[in-house]
């Protein structure tokens, strides 16, 4: 075993890479094939198969031992048993019932490992009771901080990562392969191509990095994309700053729905209808109180300015004048 003293802090020594079945191409299409499983594209199933970047995954989360990690995307369990071995707890998540018990064959030894068969989702906005209740159970139980750690199906990276976050115990942080396309919409800044409101939703809370580009070949199935291994850090300070998160996402998403005309005639339909003068005013009073010139647009302003603005639109609009 080898010491991870980075920073200096308390992180627990780094196990040595799994001694079980390694995760090569070639070892899931003989598996896949003795088994009889085959891939269902509609569930974005791809494996990831280079070890080192399974490795680096793992090592990059700096695990602790009373950290509860969550996994989506359990597949053969193979980022898994990298994960157990260091965390109090790990939950994870497999959609496809064939996957799930090849993973619970594989990790049988592992006791600290919850798996759950099924959805992540139970809808667009709101993570499944399962989930739900198997996180606050270990989370109770460790006091620990709680980790995403997980290889994404591109299908569902977006509506987990957003719906962790608008829960009142959020990731402290996330570590993740996604959609390269994706991550750099995460981490995006104001005034860029791919600033949307997803960058917004997660700068407000977080500090993001790309950590490294994936080309397809990484993969088995290679995607016809490239991917990205993604942190994200929960900023407090940042979060806090939110008056009310289920508001202030529900306004982003809105805004951003017209994201390249002006900001001030978008606010004034939200605020009433465009052509009506007290919803003009209102919007020009938060204008003046947020420093925004009249020709501001969406993608030019940053999540800090986003949520002083949020603040400043919704008690206007709760305002007895407005």
């Given at each position: 075993m080898t010491a991870d003293a980075r920073d200096g802090d308390d992180r627990v020594p780094r196990e040595e890479p799994p001694s079980g079945p390694r995760q090569t191409a070639a070892f899931l299409k003989?598996?896949?094939?003795?088994?009889?499983?085959?891939?269902?594209?509609?569930?974005?199933?791809?494996?990831?198969?280079?070890?080192?970047?399974?490795?680096?995954?793992?090592?990059?989360a700096a695990i602790?031992?009373?950290?509860?990690?969550?996994?989506?995307?359990?597949?053969?369990?193979?980022?898994?048993?990298?994960?157990?071995?260091?965390?109090?707890a790990v939950i994870t998540v497999e959609i496809d019932r064939r996957l799930?018990?090849?993973?619970?064959?594989?990790?049988?030894?592992?006791?600290n490992v919850t798996l759950i068969q099924g959805d992540a989702l139970a809808r667009k906005h709101q993570l499944s009771p399962a989930l739900l209740t198997a996180l606050a159970e270990a989370l109770a139980a460790t006091g620990g901080r709680l980790l995403l750690v997980a290889n994404l199906p591109?299908?569902?990276?977006?509506?987990v990562i957003s719906n962790l976050l608008a829960l009142p115990r959020p990731f402290d942080a996330a570590i993740v392969t996604v959609q390269r396309e994706m991550g750099e919409r995460m981490t995006a800044t104001a005034g860029t191509p791919l600033y949307n409101a997803l960058s917004v939703w997660v700068g407000a809370q977080c500090?993001?990095?790309?950590?490294?580009?994936?080309p397809p070949t990484v993969f088995w199935p290679r995607p016809k994309v490239e991917s990205a291994i993604v942190r994200l850090d929960l900023d407090t300070g940042r979060r806090g700053s939110i008056d009310d998160l289920d508001r202030f996402h529900g306004f982003v998403r809105d805004v951003f729905c017209h994201r390249r005309k002006l900001l001030r005639g978008v606010l004034a339909r939200m605020a009433g209808k465009?052509?009506?003068?007290?919803?003009?005013?209102?919007?020009?009073?938060?204008?003046?109180?947020?420093?925004?010139?009249?020709?501001?647009?969406?993608?030019?302003?940053?999540?800090?300015?986003?949520?002083?603005?949020?603040?400043?639109?919704?008690?206007?609009i709760a305002s007895p004048d407005h």
């Open positions: 003989r598996l896949f094939a003795d088994v009889g499983f085959s891939l269902d594209p509609r569930r974005g199933q791809n494996f990831l198969v280079d070890l080192n970047l399974l490795d680096l995954l793992a090592r990059t602790r031992h009373d950290d509860v990690v969550l996994e989506v995307g359990t597949g053969t369990g193979a980022l898994t048993e990298r994960i157990a071995p260091t965390a109090a799930a018990q090849l993973a619970r064959d594989r990790l049988v030894d592992h006791a591109y299908c569902v990276a977006t509506p500090s993001g990095t790309v950590e490294r580009v994936l465009r052509t009506d003068q007290n919803a003009r005013e209102t919007v020009d009073r938060v204008f003046g109180s947020c420093g925004l010139e009249p020709d501001a647009r969406a993608e030019a302003i940053t999540p800090a300015a986003f949520v002083e603005l949020e603040r400043h639109f919704a008690r206007a």
